[in-house]
């Protein structure tokens, strides 16, 4: 068993999950909606992964079973011994496997030491030291810089953003460069604004991964655009239809910043300037094209 927000499920949870894989089928217990939401929502973080996409994340890297505690200020005020009589022994693990920096109950009252305590006789509780440079916030840092290389290491995957494409103002389609128009809701985390290298996926065709040209921002050139949008271009493709459709958008590298343009014309040149450049990152080694 496992326990843990687990947030993005980057390479250090993922490590947790390897090491409790050892001793049998994983039980991963995560919180919905994450604690800071509901007990100090004003500096909880912005999420790396929805519920979803952290269940079949949590799934991908080898958790069998998922079990999502409703988090609410009642289940915040359990004591140590309360969460583990309700949520831990409920479940029959033979061993628990956290990070040295986890806490549980009360006010945060325990710690390892003390679920091994209360849980002996019944489970086992490993300690696993936290993996150097890698966590949920520094993977938030990355993005918010748009480091998305250093985003990229700490997840083991490219970052991905899921959302139903939305309709625009198709001033892309009107140029030649249509794009699905995913709107970037206020609790999730995105790469900071500029133009990406990545990938587009139909959720429902997992096979269908194009390569796609991204625009993270308001779009500056234009002044009506107010709030944050990411932008998928599909590279050599006027066909698509996409509107109400999930997509995956994976992001593989930074080219540049957002920029205000004098006239379409100057635009469409760095556009098209912008589709070459990532035409020739996504073919080089390291892409994640194959």
């Known amino acids: 068993m496992i326990i843990g927000n687990f947030d993005g499920v980057h390479t250090g949870h993922r490590a947790v999950i390897a090491e409790a894989a050892r001793y049998g089928p994983v039980v991963a217990i995560t919180f919905c909606p994450h604690p800071l939401r509901v007990l100090r929502p004003e500096v909880a973080p912005l999420l790396i992964s929805t519920d979803d996409e952290r269940r079949a994340l949590l799934v991908e890297a080898g958790v069998s079973e998922v079990v999502e505690l409703e988090f609410t200020r009642e289940v915040s005020h359990w004591s140590p011994e309360e969460f583990v009589s309700r949520v831990i022994l409920p479940l029959h693990p033979c061993r628990v496997v956290v990070g040295q920096n986890f806490r549980f109950g009360h006010k945060a009252a325990g710690d390892p030491a003390l679920m091994a305590e209360i849980g002996a006789g019944h489970f086992e509780v490993e300690v696993l030291p936290l993996r150097q440079g890698v966590s949920s916030s520094l993977v938030r840092e990355a993005l918010s810089r748009g480091d998305i290389e250093a985003a990229n290491q700490m997840?083991?995957?490219?970052?991905?953003?899921?959302?139903?494409?939305?309709?625009?103002?198709?001033r892309g389609r009107e140029l030649g460069f249509p794009t699905a128009n995913l709107p970037v809701t206020p609790e999730r985390a995105a790469p900071a604004d500029g133009i990406y290298a990545g990938w587009l996926t139909r959720c429902d065709e997992p096979g269908s991964r194009l390569p796609a040209a991204i625009s993270v921002g308001t779009n500056p050139t234009f002044d009506d655009v107010l709030e944050t949008v990411v932008e998928a271009h599909v590279l050599d493709r006027t066909d698509l239809e996409l509107y109400g459709v999930a997509v995956a958008v994976e992001f593989v590298e930074r080219l540049r910043g957002n920029e205000k343009f004098d006239g379409l014309d100057a635009l469409m040149a760095q556009i098209g300037r912008d589709v070459e450049a990532v035409r020739?990152?996504?073919?080089?080694?390291g892409s994640g094209r194959d």
């Open 155 to 170: 997840l083991g995957r490219p970052y991905s953003y899921r959302q139903t494409v939305v309709r625009g103002h198709q």
């Open 280 to 285: 020739r990152r996504l073919a080089e080694p």
